[in-house]
């Protein structure tokens, strides 16, 4: 029996740890950051379109309990630098960011004018980290099997990454929105008992991070912020890399680019409020008054 095929034997088991650990790093960290808030619990504090206030410590609470689970059930390097990294990234933007720029239409119009904004700063980021967790990824899988190198197939997997970290943000504009993408993205890596280590590890922990994180949400308490969005899109982002060649990762970036490129024109909730199903999906769960948008 191979290497290869006692990973695949035994994701079963490493998927139940990743998400058990995830789901109680997540809860530990949200509880330390409510207790000792960095720099005081205003500066994580919004207040959402329905005029509400929600916090964003779900977000550095998320990042750090999904990226601790998957740690635990051995993805190694790789789920860290893409859950941290998009999570430090995405608190760049949650903290110092601005309004007055919105989109990546939005952040290039300012980088054009010469305005370096924080968003701008985060696209680069996203990517960087994305070569680099996509690199990583590549080096372990060669060790116990066939492997995904190239150049061309770094480049795709660390856009998909990157991209993925996008699109799960795009959607966290209602309670509990992006942690429902997030789980039902993360369902074929940890439904079929297959995959390497670092794919069903990093999706289970994606997941029972968002578990844990999902009531408090769909009340309207607290929201993920880019922290939480960028770092659970790019955990599922490396799941997805971890698990395919070339072929399916440019196939996932069509994806990623299609839905990027969409919002800059279509919104997604009214897309959502027109379709009954969509919008029961959406609303399962949520309070009838609880409503928050992008801060």
């Not at 994701?11 to 650990?21: D, E, I, K």
């Not at 590549?138 to 066939?146: E, H, M, Q, V, Y």
């Not at 856009?159 to 943000?169: C, D, L, Q, R």
């Not at 999706?203 to 769909?218: F, Q, R, S, T």
Request: aromatic share 4%; charged share 15%.
């Amino acid at each position: 029996m191979t290497r290869r095929r006692r990973e695949s034997t035994s994701s079963a088991p490493v998927a139940v740890g990743a998400f058990s650990v995830g789901a109680l790093s997540s809860l530990v960290t949200a509880a330390i950051l409510k207790g000792h808030p960095p720099g005081g619990a205003e500066r994580w504090t919004r207040t959402n379109h329905a005029g509400c206030p929600v916090t964003l410590f779900e977000g550095p609470a998320y990042a750090v309990g999904a990226v601790m689970g998957a740690l635990a059930g051995g993805a190694g390097a790789a789920a860290a630098v893409a859950g941290l990294g998009a999570g430090a990234l995405g608190a760049l933007d949650d903290v110092f960011g601005r309004s007055s720029s919105k989109g990546l239409r939005g952040h290039l119009a300012a980088a054009r004018r010469g305005q370096v904004t924080t968003g701008a700063v985060k696209i680069v980021g996203l990517g960087v980290a994305g070569l680099a967790t996509t690199w990583i990824a590549d080096r372990s899988r060669a060790r116990t099997g066939p492997s995904a190198n190239g150049s061309l197939s770094t480049l795709v997997g660390g856009a998909v990454i990157a991209g993925s970290a996008n699109v799960v943000n795009l959607f966290d504009l209602r309670p509990g929105r992006a942690l429902k993408v997030a789980l039902l993205l993360v369902v074929p890596f940890v439904a079929g008992g297959r995959g390497t280590r670092l794919s069903s590890a990093t999706a289970a922990a994606a997941a029972g991070a968002a578990m844990v994180a999902l009531p408090d949400d769909l009340a309207g308490r607290s929201m993920l912020g880019d922290t939480g969005a960028n770092s659970a899109g790019a955990l599922i982002g490396t799941a997805l890399v971890a698990r395919t060649g070339l072929g399916g990762r440019l196939l996932a970036l069509a994806s990623v680019t299609v839905l990027t490129l969409a919002s800059e024109k279509v919104s997604f909730t009214a897309v959502i409020e027109s379709s009954p199903g969509l919008r029961r999906l959406d609303e399962l769960g949520r309070p009838s008054l609880a409503s928050h948008g992008d801060p």
